[in-house]
C-alpha cells in the first residue's frame, strides 16, 4: 500500500514566522493530499487539501504545494500565531478511497 | 446536516478481554466509512475500510475485526485484547462522489490493561 513520510516530527517557530512540513508518498497513484490539524485530545479536522493536478493552493495563511514528479507535498503556514499550535498530518489518498497518513508533525508557536 | 457519533469516549479494559465499538453516522447515505487507530503521540493508522453493507476492506493483519451492519453503522470488535491494542480509536466517514472531505468522529479512548 502507499506509504506516507512526514518531516519533521516537531517544530518549534516564533510567532510571527513562518512555518514548513513536508510529506513524501511512494504511490504515484495517489492524486488527492489532506492536511489536517487536531488540537489536543480532540478530531482531526481538515484545513486545506489540493488535487494532483494543481500544484499549488492557498487559503489565507495556509498554502500546500505538490510536486508530482518528486511525490512530495507540503504545508505552508505563514504569520503564525499561537492558536496554530497542533500537530499537523498530511495524507495520501487514490481516488478519495483509502487514506493513508503520515506520522504527524508537532507545531508549537511560542508568543 | 450530517453528523457522526462514536461511544463510549473512554474504555478500560483487561487484556483478553472482548471489545465492541460503534459508530453512527447521521444525515447521508450511503457513505464511506472508515476505522483509524491512533497510538500515543503517532499518527493515524487505517485498520478498516468499508465502501457499503457487509463491504469491509482490512488494511492490517490484527486481531480486531469490523462489520457494517446497517447503512450508517460500523462495528469495531475483538474477541480477546492485547496490551498492544491500547489507542485512540477513530472513525470517519466519506460521500460518494469524487469529492469528499473525510470527517472524524470525536474518538475512543481505549487503554487495556
Known amino acids: 500500500g502507499e506509504n506516507v513520510e512526514q518531516h519533521p516530527s516537531t517544530l518549534s517557530v516564533q510567532e510571527g514566522d513562518s512555518a514548513v512540513i513536508k510529506c513524501t508518498y511512494s504511490?504515484?497513484?495517489?492524486?488527492?493530499f489532506p492536511w489536517y490539524k487536531q488540537e489536543l485530545g480532540k478530531r482531526p479536522q481538515l484545513i486545506i487539501d489540493?488535487?494532483?493536478?494543481?500544484g499549488e493552493k492557498k487559503d489565507q495563511r495556509i498554502a500546500v504545494t505538490l510536486n508530482k514528479t518528486a511525490k512530495h507535498f507540503s504545508l505552508h503556514i505563514t504569520e503564525t500565531q499561537p492558536e496554530d499550535s497542533a500537530v499537523y498530518f498530511c495524507?495520501?489518498?487514490?481516488?478519495?478511497?483509502?487514506?493513508?497518513f503520515g506520522s504527524g508533525t508537532k507545531l508549537n508557536v511560542k508568543p | 446536516s450530517q453528523t457522526i457519533h462514536q461511544w463510549p469516549a473512554t474504555l478500560v479494559q483487561p487484556v483478553g478481554s472482548p471489545l465492541s465499538l460503534e459508530c453512527t453516522v447521521e444525515?447521508?447515505?450511503?457513505?464511506?466509512l472508515y476505522w483509524y487507530r491512533q497510538a500515543a503521540g503517532r499518527g493515524l493508522q487505517l485498520l478498516f475500510y468499508?465502501?457499503?453493507?457487509?463491504?469491509i476492506s482490512s488494511e492490517v493483519p490484527q486481531n480486531l475485526s469490523a462489520s457494517r451492519p446497517q447503512d450508517r453503522q460500523f462495528i469495531l470488535s475483538s474477541k480477546k485484547l492485547l496490551l498492544s491494542d491500547s489507542g485512540f480509536y477513530l472513525c470517519?466517514?466519506?460521500?460518494?462522489?469524487?469529492?469528499?472531505?473525510?470527517?472524524f468522529g470525536p474518538g475512543t479512548r481505549l487503554t487495556v490493561l
Open positions: 444525515g447521508t447515505s450511503n457513505p464511506n
Open positions: 495524507a495520501a489518498s487514490i481516488n478519495f478511497n483509502k487514506f493513508y
Open positions: 504511490d504515484s497513484a495517489s492524486n488527492y
Open positions: 468499508s465502501v457499503g453493507i457487509g463491504q
Open positions: 470517519a466517514w466519506r460521500g460518494g462522489g469524487s469529492y469528499n472531505e473525510q470527517f
Open positions: 489540493i488535487r494532483s493536478n494543481v
